[in-house]
Structures are given as C-alpha cells and as structure tokens.
T-cell receptor, first 112, second 114 residues
Framework: QQQVKQSPQSLIVQKGGISIINCAYENTAFDYFPWYQQFPGKGPALLIAIRPDVSEKKEGRFTISFNKSAKQFSLHIMDSQPGDSATYFCAASSNTGNQFYFGTGTSLTVIP | KAGVTQTPRYLIKTRGQQVTLSCSPISGHRSVSWYQQTPGQGLQFLFEYFSETQRNKGNFPGRFSGRQFSNSRSEMNVSTLELGDSALYLC?????????????FGSGTQLSVL
C-alpha cells in the first residue's frame, strides 16, 4: 500500500512556466515532508522540506505548499528551466518512525 | 568530502544466484539506509542500520538482508534472486539515526536479473 500518493507521473512544461507536482498522504503521524530531485544516473538529492507547522516554504524558485486538513502537499517550480528536467519524489516521515515513505515519482521535462 | 559510494555500479545475475552490494557512507555518517527503486513504484524502504544494528526493516522477504560494519560501511545481500528483484538499489547515509534526517544518496547499483 502506497503511503504517499504522487501525481502526475510525468509532466511536460515550457521554459518559464510553472511546474506543479502533488502528493497526498493518510497517516496523520507524518510530520516531515521532504522533496527529492533525481537526475539520470544519480541518486536523489534533497531539494526542499517542510514541517506541518507552516503552510508554505520557499527556497528560490521552489515552493512547497502544505494543506494539513486535506493531508496534501505540493511542489511548485516557478520559471521552470531545462536544467530542472529530472524526476521528483515527495516523501513523508514521522518522528516516531524510522523510515521515509516515498511517492512514486514525477518525471519533469522542461522544453526550451 | 566524498559522497556516498556504492559498488558495483552495474550487476547482471541469473535467477537463483545471490548478490552482495556495497555502500560506503559519507565520513562521519553513522546511519545507512537501503532503498529499492523501480519504475512506477518509486523508492521502497529496505532497512536502516545505525551503529552496526538494524533499526528498522521494510516489507521485503527474508532473502534481502544487510549488515553494517564498525566503520559504518554497509553491505546488502539478496539470495535466491528472482526476476522481480531487478531494480536500482540505493544506499543513503545520514549523520544520525531517525527519519527526520537529511538523506544523502549514492548513485545506486543497477541490478539486472536474467
């Protein structure tokens, strides 16, 4: 059973556009929500993370929006660039657990 | 500082064989986790080791096992390989134990079972 559901599976965006990837979870014990970025041939790398005490976190062109009541969070990439083309994974964990639960990934392609 | 190193980079095995994958964490990192990555399934947690002790195990059969050495290096073993074991196996290290830590991933070992 997938504890974190991610959509869409793939996304094509024009350069300069906004990329939006959504994730949903059921376990209310989750209290840490990171996003990882993976380029071909590389392992995932932490991009940005949020805790549920805030509804939004922004780092450069990357923003996480968090909706605790809906148990959803999303990654927004503003002014998308071809260099952003990668696979993005959302994840969730609880401070009482010992593992991350990852979404199934979104393959983002930014067209020049 | 060197990143997480996984060896070998690629492996081709046949059904029924066993395989051992190796992971060297970032210097000073004491926690090592292993994940299986397959298309459509994302990353599935295998197990985590901290100070040579397995702290947590995912929902994988007993054919998947691992260990951690005193220098924090870790190995993962898969016995009696099945076709479905074909995947990218990722190792991640973190400074301390716990699921709120930033994970540093290696580039993975691509295992193909024929």
């Amino acid at each position: 059973q997938q504890q974190v559901k991610q959509s869409p599976q793939s996304l094509i965006v024009q350069k300069g556009g906004i990329s939006i990837i959504n994730c949903a979870y059921e376990n209310t014990a989750f209290d840490y929500f990171p996003w990882y970025q993976q380029f071909p041939g590389k392992g995932p790398a932490l991009l940005i993370a949020i805790r549920p005490d805030v509804s939004e976190k922004k780092e450069g062109r990357f923003t996480i929006s968090f909706n605790k009541s809906a148990k959803q969070f999303s990654l927004h990439i503003m002014d998308s660039q071809p260099g952003d083309s990668a696979t993005y994974f959302c994840a969730a964990s609880s401070n009482t657990g010992n593992q991350f639960y990852f979404g199934t990934g979104t393959s983002l392609t930014v067209i020049p | 500082k060197a990143g997480v190193t996984q060896t070998p980079r690629y492996l081709i095995k046949t059904r029924g064989q066993q395989v051992t994958l190796s992971c060297s964490p970032i210097s000073g990192h004491r926690s090592v986790s292993w994940y299986q990555q397959t298309p459509g399934q994302g990353l599935q947690f295998l197990f985590e080791y901290f100070s040579e002790t397995q702290r947590n195990k995912g929902n994988f059969p007993g054919r998947f096992s691992g260990r951690q050495f005193s220098n924090s290096r870790s190995e993962m073993n898969v016995s009696t390989l099945e076709l479905g074991d074909s995947a990218l196996y990722l190792c991640a290290s973190s400074l301390n134990q716990g699921a709120q830590e930033k994970l540093f991933f290696g580039s993975g070992t691509q295992l193909s079972v024929l």
